[in-house]
């Protein structure tokens, strides 16, 4: 399974885009969200986190292989959990994913029927399916940043998701987790590592802003 590719950006379509590697086109299928990120790197080398799946009816004997690309691994992750809903499957994700991802977790999170109803393909019924499937699953991606890609966004995304499990690990609940991380960040001071931020965790959630 191809689970990353790295090349350089020839074009992007509203559904796809076209990535180079050696003697190799790869067209690669991408969500609205991913499209915003990437429609102005063309030209330039990008890394791609992918899932791979059969497009097509089996019954007609036309199956495709494609592939689905991601600016990261928790977008990814999150889409897989998206498709793995009764009734979405990787066609409707990726036409109702026209929100990044923590935008559509948060959605989740606050049990927004109405909101998710809102994404293209997806009425009242499927976001009750969707609330009651996921919305216990999504709290870490509601911390996701959304930032230019280059590598301190990286690092600062790798550095939150490592705490938000630390967190969980000493017992909080994903939901409590997230708010304590919420709480940190949103006093905009850096943390160079793991251990910084989860003193800032505690000590901002105790009102300590000295």
């Known amino acids: 399974m191809i689970s990353k590719i790295t090349g350089k950006l020839l074009a992007v379509s509203e559904t796809d885009l076209t990535v180079s590697i050696d003697a190799f086109e790869y067209q690669v299928r991408i969500p609205e969200f991913v ?37 990261n691994e928790a977008e990814r992750e999150f889409f897989e959990l998206f498709c793995s809903v009764d009734g979405v499957g990787v066609t409707k994700a990726l036409r109702a994913m026209i929100r990044p991802v923590e935008e559509v977790a948060v959605t989740i999170e606050k049990q927004d029927i109405k909101g998710l109803s809102a994404l293209p393909g997806i009425g009242p ?32 995304r790798d550095l ?48 300590g802003q000295s």
Not at 46 to 61: A, C
Not at 170 to 198: M, P, Y
């Open 35 to 71: 499209r915003h990120q990437l429609q102005g790197s063309v030209g330039q080398k990008i890394s791609l986190h992918t899932i791979q799946y059969l497009d097509g009816n089996p019954n007609q004997g036309r199956l495709v292989p494609r592939l689905v690309g991601f600016s």
């Open 125 to 156: 019924a499927t976001a009750e399916r969707i609330v009651a499937k996921l919305r216990r699953k999504v709290p870490k991606f509601a911390l996701l940043v959304t930032n230019e890609q280059d590598d301190t966004t990286q690092i600062e």
């Open 160 to 207: 939150i998701n490592e705490v938000f499990e630390v967190l969980c690990n000493l017992g909080h609940s994903e939901t409590d987790a997230r708010k304590l991380l919420d709480g940190a960040l949103d006093t905009k001071k850096k943390f160079k590592d793991v251990e910084s931020l989860i003193q800032g965790v505690y000590q901002y959630s105790h009102g």
